[in-house]
């Protein structure tokens, strides 16, 4: 039996690509070297490896090189300069932690190249990504076979690679009767598997999707059957929207494909590319909350007897118990099997903590959190013990959350679901939140989450 049937993909214009930043970026860097240095060194030589790999590396993870050249240059100029930004700021981390090596001393006194490098480097690759972009390229004929929800997200990756303008290249077929459908498209319905047969015997579409369901597998294989006489090219959507998928990847077992369902998106390199994201933002913000935090530590304790801070056990990463740090805002301090939520005007709540929950200054400790490793900034908002041993019942995937980090803030706060969870339906949809984060993590989303927290993620009403 040949394991190996199905084959990974690879876009040859993203490998081209890769190459072109991989040479650019080295003969960049070595130009450089040869108009102000007399002698390269095998040391020079590594140096320029390095920073084109990382360069590679980043952008794979920040999604520059999942970038066409149909995309606007507006976002090809903003992916570059966030992967540039992201790659300065892991070669500032490397420089200080390893210039006390033999060696470093020679790589710190060309820091000039080294700066003129990123700067050259960058003006190189932005221009070689906006000539392409003047290349004209034909948008494929495009059909859709089944007008369902893999249906209408194949049509919005369609949209998302070559534009909006693809839409009018789109057709759906099916065979139930139009007036069946409860799904709003943007391409047309154009008739049933015959005609779809017709045009394509009739060189008339140059792709087919067949999107329907995998209880469909006899209706799939006969449809296979009657466009193999044909030469479009047929592509089958795997029906992967109707679970539940935390970070889903394609994995090669010794040639045999599978779908990784519940994994985490910060394996690898990602992992790395995510903590060195918290350290370095993590000392920023730490060093500017400084004064904040002086400020309520002395409001908690004129406020109420007892300590200044709390911590209390929360799951962590893996299901791990960790310990949670926040400024004390009750009377009491529950760590203990039963937690009982805050609730509006609970009389365990001082009238000082009421104001820093309002307003999710209690939660500024958590920053020594993600400094000592066990938090991120970004990531689901950690439980009570308690709680999440109640939920991890009731409500599906709820434990899928725990394959990251917690963070201090997350995609589900600044959507609204923060404070209290006093209906099933709020952890739900706190859940779902969640593991849409992870199934879309980027760099860039982090950023744009931190962002937004300052808007829509503090404040809010429901937090007691």
């Not at 960049?28 to 590594?46: N, P, R």
């Not at 003006?123 to 906006?130: H, V």
């Not at 990463?317 to 937690?339: C, H, P, Q, T």
Request: aromatic share 10%; net charge positive.
């Amino acid at each position: 039996m040949n394991h190996n049937v199905v084959k990974v993909y690879k876009d040859s214009f993203t490998s081209v690509m890769r190459l072109f930043d991989f040479v650019a970026i080295n003969l960049t860097y070595i130009g450089l070297l040869c108009i102000s240095e007399k002698t390269i060194s095998i040391l020079d030589i590594a140096v320029a490896l390095v920073i084109a790999f990382m360069f590679l590396s980043i952008g794979t993870f920040t999604g520059f090189y999942d970038l066409s050249i149909h995309d606007k240059k507006r976002k090809i100029i903003l992916k570059l300069t966030f992967n540039s930004i992201c790659l300065v700021a892991i070669l500032w981390a490397l420089r200080h932690a390893l210039e006390t090596l033999p060696g470093m001393a020679d790589v710190l006194a060309k820091e000039s190249i080294v700066h003129s490098e990123y700067l050259w480097s960058y003006l190189i690759i932005l221009a070689s990504r906006l000539v392409l972009t003047r290349v004209q390229v034909s948008k494929p004929r495009i059909a859709i076979l089944g007008m369902t929800p893999i249906g209408l997200s194949v049509e919005k990756g369609l949209v998302a690679k070559y534009g909006s303008s693809i839409v009018h290249n789109i057709s759906y077929f099916d065979e139930r009767a139009e007036n069946r459908f409860g799904y709003i498209t943007r391409g047309s319905y154009q008739g049933k598997i015959d005609d779809l047969l017709t045009i394509a015997k009739n060189n008339e579409v140059d792709e087919i999707y067949i999107a329907l369901p995998m209880v469909a597998r006899d209706r799939i294989r006969n449809f296979l059957r009657i466009l193999s006489d044909s030469t479009v090219d047929i592509m089958i959507v795997p029906d992967l929207y109707s679970y539940h998928l935390s970070s889903a990847q394609l994995r090669d077992v010794g040639g045999v494909q599978s779908f990784s369902v519940f994994t985490s998106p910060f394996e690898g390199l990602g992992g790395i590319i995510k903590r060195v994201i918290d350290i370095l933002v993590g000392s920023l913000i730490t060093l500017m909350i400084l004064p904040v935090m002086a400020c309520v530590a002395l409001g908690v304790k004129l406020s109420s007897p007892g300590p200044v801070l709390f911590k209390q056990d929360r799951y962590g990463l893996g299901g791990k118990k960790i310990k949670v740090w926040k400024f004390r805002s009750m009377k009491v301090m529950e760590n203990d099997a039963v937690v009982t939520q805050a609730t509006k005007g609970d009389p365990r709540v001082t009238k000082f903590g009421s104001f820093i929950r309002r307003t999710s200054l209690d939660e500024l400790p958590q920053f020594f959190n993600v400094l000592q490793g066990t938090m991120s900034i970004v990531g689901p908002r950690p439980h009570a013990v308690s709680h999440n041993e109640e939920y991890r019942k009731i409500v599906d995937n709820y434990m899928i959350r725990h394959k990251v980090k917690p963070g201090i803030t997350g995609l589900a706060q600044i959507k609204g679901y923060r404070g209290e969870t006093d209906t099933v339906d709020k952890m739900v949809k706190r859940v779902e939140y969640d593991i849409r984060y992870m199934q879309n993590w980027t760099p860039m989303y982090d950023f744009k989450i931190i962002f937004l927290t300052i808007f829509k993620g503090f404040v809010s009403e429901t937090a007691y």
